[in-house]
């Protein structure tokens, strides 16, 4: 069975099942490391549930039923490992629905090439609307306009999202 209709097949089986336990389906991918396969199934909470964050049960439990439920179809004829984890603090958004989600947040943004003299931007998440990614940026003034050494100023920055190759979600202690 092709790659894509594991992952199609995998969500399917999961779909009714996360919802009756306050979760979704974050990604599914079926690939292919050395001479394993793996199909790894990503989990979050729904938004505003009791808890943010995925737990060791929720995967647990996710990866009990899906395993029983593959185990049923059997549509994958060679071995593989079946992972269920939480998509982690440091997230790639992927969906639309992650960029309003965590707009707020402070994010990385890794560019396929320079935009205005950067490839990487780091600040608050405002939004992505009609594909432009904005971010709050902290930015120090240029020498000579400062007073002080520690003067920075907040700039909207807007991408066009068709130059951004990844945005995760910064890790803050």
Do not use: H
């Amino acid at each position: 069975m092709a790659k894509v209709k594991i992952t199609e097949l995998a969500e399917t089986l999961l779909e009714n099942f996360l919802k009756k336990n306050g979760l979704e389906l974050y990604n599914v991918e079926f690939v292919k490391e050395g001479k394993d396969r793996f199909l790894r199934v990503y989990i979050d909470k729904v938004q505003g549930a009791e808890s943010e964050y995925v737990d060791t049960n929720d995967c647990e439990l996710v990866s009990r039923y899906l395993s029983d439920r593959l185990d049923e179809e059997d549509p994958i004829e060679e071995n593989y490992y079946l992972e269920v984890s939480s998509p982690g603090l440091d997230r790639t958004l992927l969906r639309e629905q992650d960029y309003r989600r965590f707009a707020g947040r402070e994010v990385e943004v890794s560019l396929y090439a320079a935009y205005e003299g950067k490839k990487k931007y780091e600040g608050v998440l405002i939004g992505l609307t009609d594909d432009i990614l904005s971010l709050e940026v902290q930015s120090a003034l240029p020498k000579g306009k400062a007073k002080s050494k520690a003067v920075t100023i907040t700039e909207k920055v807007d991408i066009p999202f068709d130059k951004v190759a990844k945005t995760k979600l910064k890790v803050v202690f």
